[in-house]
């Protein structure tokens, strides 16, 4: 369960990116994250992930403190960008291996994983070329296949869904339903209320840094449908 | 397009030259302060090298009435250096600039576009011609005073003579780039031609060392002749130097024209260019195959040794003081006669005063030069990897400093069991050396990361502004030469005024370099850890 508590991150001293948020992910949900442009949903992410320093509040997956065991949260944590750099001088199965290394993957659990998630997001015959040969989406399928390698119990996905080509988006729907039902949990940020409407349970919607809705989602929009609810908060 | 050009390259410059690109983004004014004057004393180092050499080059002929040899080197030499530079950086600035799909959309012509980033590399080798042409012609004004035509002669030189040898090394870069594109281990060809040409500029260096002064007199005729059948222009540039106007004219023909007709050519088709040239290649028949698993720590060095070995920028920028040291080794040869030159005192003195020199050289070459003090900056957009995953940021730091020392140590070691073979060392000073090479690169290793972590600049287009341009790069030289002269003019004091052996002031140079290593390493790991965390 990842517990965050009064989050408050300013980037000067006028404006809080984020302020004072509260937020509680429980082991099975899928949780989606939405807002406006500069609404402070990156910064949330890059904050609860240990990218960013924060000036105050708390963030603990499962009762570990990220700002007191770092390591120790992020080995349960998986986190991807919108837009993600990788290794460009390496090839992708070397990417794969590296992050497998760095959470002590064990061969077997490569040998079983690697093919199995390459396989579905189809990109097994490329993983041999340089990254900097990929493109957009192959560079984001990579991401996703290396952190969902080393079986994290939490996945922070900051808009996912962008770049990919809609079989990919549908192969890593199953996937993140397939996590949760293990008793994983997923937080990502989206802009497409359709897709947050239909795979999560649960929604939190910020505005100028501030939280103003959250819950699970047939309370938050209540009659009303996503889109609207969205335009009458924001 | 005039504006346009303007607007551009004001943009361009400011990645490159800014204040707050170069590294030190803080608003405070003392760092920047600080900085320029590192750059400034890196210039008036580089200068004062470029007029020492012209001073000692007009005594030896000058007497012989054959000054035209100093121009007529000056141009070739800098001739050199333009063209190195242009193999070597010109991809980046023109094909492989990170802005340049950003770039194209806008609507600006793509011949604006590749007119900002020709100026972007012209005055980068500008720069080079001023420390070495500007330099030697403004001491030979001084030494041998000025005429119209030498002087408007030497201004045209500086400014034009980069021009061809950017023309052709844009040519070869491209043509090389072209050729090895779809080559699996195209980035570790590239670096093998550069570590291949640059030891062949060593051995250059080390024939061209070879000619006595007697031999350039007796021969300054037939030398001008010979560099000027190797590069023509020189023996225009000489001409105009001595009053032929028409010399001069085609002096700056044979520079600008090339550059023109490379322009036009590039320009028809710009983009194009850009993409087969960015092209890589891919494969889509892999098929897994079980690898074996590897410690983090283990894991973190592959990267970075690999990340340095498939860059030549990296490996040729970072890894110089190997150079130097290769230099060393063949210029032991000469040394080796140090003893007989030193009359009046004692052969075991002599052999001090050579090991003594020989221990500072390579302390100094061992120092000059660091992986670790760009390698921070280099994470640049992916730093986001590095601190989204459970790993210890001492082992990122310590994987970065070891790099370092692990490329460099080999070629260090092989170079002073050469000279200690050469020169007849015992096995004990012998040793005694490797050790000092092995404490001066760790040290160096973790000073790398100290200034790197003072100075990061994560906003780059091209590698070539953090391994070349930084504050952080800039620094670093800095502190390894007032280091390096520091402890080694401490030891011959030792020697001078309390008599001590060389053994034991190469083993307390040792223990100054063991103790300056602690400090950094605490530094690093305890400072440079918190420091990291803010980085992003």
Same mark, same amino acid.
């Given at each position: 369960m990842l517990v965050i508590q009064s989050l408050t991150k300013s980037y000067s001293p006028e404006k809080k990116a984020v302020d004072d948020l509260s937020l509680t992910i429980e082991d099975g949900d899928i949780y989606g994250f939405i807002g406006h442009?500069?609404?402070?949903?990156?910064?949330?992410?890059?904050?609860? !992930?240990?990218?960013?320093?924060?000036?105050?509040?708390?963030?603990?997956?499962?009762?570990?403190?990220?700002?007191?065991?770092?390591?120790?949260?992020?080995?349960? /944590?998986?986190? /991807?960008? %919108?837009?993600?750099?990788?290794?460009?001088?390496?090839?992708?199965?070397?990417?794969?291996?590296?992050? $497998?290394?760095?959470?002590?993957?064990s061969q077997q659990d490569r040998d079983s994983l690697i093919p199995r998630y390459a396989d579905a997001f189809e990109l097994t015959g490329n993983l041999g070329s340089p990254i900097s040969s990929y493109s957009h989406g192959m560079k984001q399928k990579l991401a996703l296949i290396a952190a969902f390698v080393h079986k994290p119990r939490l996945l922070i996905l900051d808009e996912p869904f962008v770049g990919? %080509?809609?079989? $990919?988006?549908? !192969?890593?729907?199953?996937?993140?339903?397939?996590?949760? $039902?293990?008793?994983?949990?997923?937080?990502?940020?989206?802009?497409v209320l359709e897709v947050a409407e239909k795979l999560c349970n649960k929604i939190a919607i910020i505005k100028e840094g501030k939280l103003v809705r959250s819950g699970l989602i047939d309370d938050v929009r209540g009659d009303s449908t996503l889109e609207n609810l969205f335009l009458e908060l924001v | 397009m005039k504006n346009k050009f303007i607007l551009l390259l004001k943009a361009g410059l400011s990645y490159t030259f800014a204040s707050s690109k170069m590294g030190f983004g803080s608003k405070s004014k003392g760092k920047k302060i600080g900085i320029i004057i590192l750059f400034a004393f890196l210039g008036i180092y580089l200068a004062a090298f470029s007029a020492i050499i012209?001073?000692?080059?007009?005594?030896?002929?000058?007497?012989?009435?054959l000054k035209m040899l100093i121009p007529s080197l000056f141009v070739s030499a800098s001739a050199i250096l333009n063209l190195l530079s242009a193999l070597f950086t010109s991809a980046g600035f023109l094909f492989k600039a990170k802005d340049l799909p950003i770039l194209f959309p806008l609507p600006v012509s793509h011949r604006t576009v590749l007119a900002v980033k020709f100026t972007q590399f012209y005055l980068?080798?500008?720069?080079?011609?001023?420390?070495?042409? &500007?330099? =030697?012609?403004?001491?030979?004004?001084?030494?041998?005073?000025?005429?119209?035509?030498?002087?408007?002669?030497?201004?045209?030189?500086?400014?034009?003579?980069?021009?061809?040898?950017?023309? @052709?090394?844009?040519?070869?870069?491209? &043509?090389?780039? #072209?050729?090895?594109?779809?080559?699996?281990?195209?980035?570790?060809?590239?670096?093998?031609?550069?570590? @291949?040409?640059?030891?062949?500029?060593?051995?250059?260096?080390?024939?061209? =060392?070879?000619?006595?002064?007697?031999f350039i007199i007796a021969n300054a005729k037939a030398l001008i002749d010979k560099v000027s059948s190797i590069y023509f222009p020189t023996r225009l540039f000489v001409n105009a130097f001595e009053g032929?106007?028409?010399?001069?004219?085609?002096?700056?023909?044979? *520079?600008?024209?090339?550059?023109?007709?490379?322009?036009?050519?590039?320009?028809?088709?710009?983009?194009?260019?850009?993409?087969?040239? *960015?092209?890589?290649?891919?494969?889509?028949?892999?098929?897994?195959?079980?690898?074996?698993?590897?410690?983090?720590?283990?894991?973190?060095?592959?990267?970075?040794?690999?990340?340095?070995?498939?860059?030549?920028?990296?490996?040729?920028?970072?890894?110089?003081? #190997?150079?130097?040291?290769?230099?060393?080794a063949i210029l032991s040869f000469k040394l080796k006669t140090l003893p007989d030159q030193l009359f009046g005192v004692s052969p075991e003195l002599a052999e001090d005063i050579l090991y003594l020199t020989m221990a500072g050289l390579i302390a100094l070459a061992c120092g000059f030069t660091s992986t670790s003090a760009s390698s921070i900056s280099l994470e640049a957009?992916?730093?986001?990897?590095?601190?989204?995953?459970?790993?210890?940021?001492?082992?990122?730091? *310590?994987?970065?400093?070891?790099? *370092? +020392?692990?490329?460099?140590?080999?070629?260090?070691?092989?170079?002073?069991?050469?000279?200690?073979?050469?020169? &007849?060392?015992?096995?004990?000073?012998?040793?005694?050396?490797?050790?000092?090479?092995?404490?001066?690169?760790?040290?160096?290793?973790?000073?790398?990361?100290?200034?790197?972590?003072?100075?990061?600049?994560?906003?780059?287009?091209?590698e070539m502004q953090v391994i070349k341009q930084s504050a952080a790069s800039?620094?670093?030289?800095?502190?390894?030469?007032?280091?390096?002269?520091?402890?080694?003019?401490? +030891?011959?004091?030792?020697m001078i005024f309390l008599h001590l052996d060389s053994l034991t002031l190469v083993m307390g140079v040792a223990a100054l370099y063991m103790f300056l290593f602690l400090i950094l390493h605490g530094i690093t790991l305890g400072w440079g850890v918190r420091k990291f965390q803010r980085i992003y």
């Amino acid at each position: 369960m990842l517990v965050i508590q009064s989050l408050t991150k300013s980037y000067s001293p006028e404006k809080k990116a984020v302020d004072d948020l509260s937020l509680t992910i429980e082991d099975g949900d899928i949780y989606g994250f939405i807002g406006h442009n500069g609404a402070g949903k990156t910064t949330t992410l890059k904050s609860i !992930t240990g990218i960013i320093p924060f000036e105050s509040g708390t963030v603990t997956f499962n009762g570990i403190d990220l700002s007191k065991q770092p390591e120790l949260y992020k080995s349960n /944590i998986a986190y /991807i960008p %919108d837009n993600p750099d990788l290794y460009e001088n390496m090839t992708g199965i070397k990417y794969i291996n590296f992050l $497998a290394d760095v959470f002590s993957v064990s061969q077997q659990d490569r040998d079983s994983l690697i093919p199995r998630y390459a396989d579905a997001f189809e990109l097994t015959g490329n993983l041999g070329s340089p990254i900097s040969s990929y493109s957009h989406g192959m560079k984001q399928k990579l991401a996703l296949i290396a952190a969902f390698v080393h079986k994290p119990r939490l996945l922070i996905l900051d808009e996912p869904f962008v770049g990919l %080509d809609p079989k $990919a988006a549908y !192969t890593l729907k199953e996937f993140m339903k397939e996590l949760c $039902a293990g008793g994983g949990s997923i937080f990502f940020s989206t802009h497409v209320l359709e897709v947050a409407e239909k795979l999560c349970n649960k929604i939190a919607i910020i505005k100028e840094g501030k939280l103003v809705r959250s819950g699970l989602i047939d309370d938050v929009r209540g009659d009303s449908t996503l889109e609207n609810l969205f335009l009458e908060l924001v | 397009m005039k504006n346009k050009f303007i607007l551009l390259l004001k943009a361009g410059l400011s990645y490159t030259f800014a204040s707050s690109k170069m590294g030190f983004g803080s608003k405070s004014k003392g760092k920047k302060i600080g900085i320029i004057i590192l750059f400034a004393f890196l210039g008036i180092y580089l200068a004062a090298f470029s007029a020492i050499i012209t001073v000692l080059f007009y005594e030896n002929v000058s007497a012989a009435g054959l000054k035209m040899l100093i121009p007529s080197l000056f141009v070739s030499a800098s001739a050199i250096l333009n063209l190195l530079s242009a193999l070597f950086t010109s991809a980046g600035f023109l094909f492989k600039a990170k802005d340049l799909p950003i770039l194209f959309p806008l609507p600006v012509s793509h011949r604006t576009v590749l007119a900002v980033k020709f100026t972007q590399f012209y005055l980068t080798e500008v720069l080079i011609s001023l420390i070495t042409l &500007g330099v =030697s012609m403004v001491t030979f004004y001084v030494l041998d005073g000025v005429t119209l035509m030498g002087l408007i002669t030497g201004v045209v030189g500086i400014f034009i003579a980069p021009l061809l040898p950017m023309s @052709i090394g844009v040519a070869i870069a491209f &043509g090389v780039g #072209m050729l090895i594109r779809n080559f699996k281990y195209k980035n570790q060809i590239t670096t093998a031609i550069t570590v @291949i040409s640059s030891v062949a500029l060593v051995l250059a260096y080390y024939a061209a =060392s070879n000619l006595q002064g007697d031999f350039i007199i007796a021969n300054a005729k037939a030398l001008i002749d010979k560099v000027s059948s190797i590069y023509f222009p020189t023996r225009l540039f000489v001409n105009a130097f001595e009053g032929d106007v028409l010399s001069l004219l085609l002096f700056i023909a044979v *520079n600008v024209l090339p550059l023109i007709i490379l322009f036009l050519l590039v320009s028809l088709r710009y983009s194009s260019l850009v993409a087969s040239f *960015n092209t890589e290649r891919t494969s889509s028949d892999y098929i897994y195959t079980a690898g074996s698993a590897s410690s983090t720590f283990g894991t973190f060095l592959s990267k970075e040794i690999k990340r340095v070995l498939t860059s030549s920028m990296y490996l040729l920028n970072s890894c110089s003081s #190997m150079l130097m040291l290769g230099m060393y080794a063949i210029l032991s040869f000469k040394l080796k006669t140090l003893p007989d030159q030193l009359f009046g005192v004692s052969p075991e003195l002599a052999e001090d005063i050579l090991y003594l020199t020989m221990a500072g050289l390579i302390a100094l070459a061992c120092g000059f030069t660091s992986t670790s003090a760009s390698s921070i900056s280099l994470e640049a957009k992916t730093l986001w990897i590095l601190r989204s995953i459970p790993v210890d940021i001492k082992t990122i730091f *310590n994987a970065k400093a070891l790099t *370092n +020392a692990i490329i460099q140590l080999p070629v260090a070691t092989a170079a002073i069991i050469f000279i200690c073979i050469v020169l &007849g060392f015992s096995i004990v000073k012998s040793l005694l050396l490797l050790a000092l090479a092995a404490i001066v690169l760790l040290a160096a290793s973790y000073g790398g990361l100290v200034t790197n972590l003072l100075f990061p600049k994560l906003d780059w287009q091209n590698e070539m502004q953090v391994i070349k341009q930084s504050a952080a790069s800039g620094l670093y030289i800095l502190f390894s030469f007032v280091i390096a002269t520091l402890f080694i003019g401490l +030891a011959v004091l030792g020697m001078i005024f309390l008599h001590l052996d060389s053994l034991t002031l190469v083993m307390g140079v040792a223990a100054l370099y063991m103790f300056l290593f602690l400090i950094l390493h605490g530094i690093t790991l305890g400072w440079g850890v918190r420091k990291f965390q803010r980085i992003y």
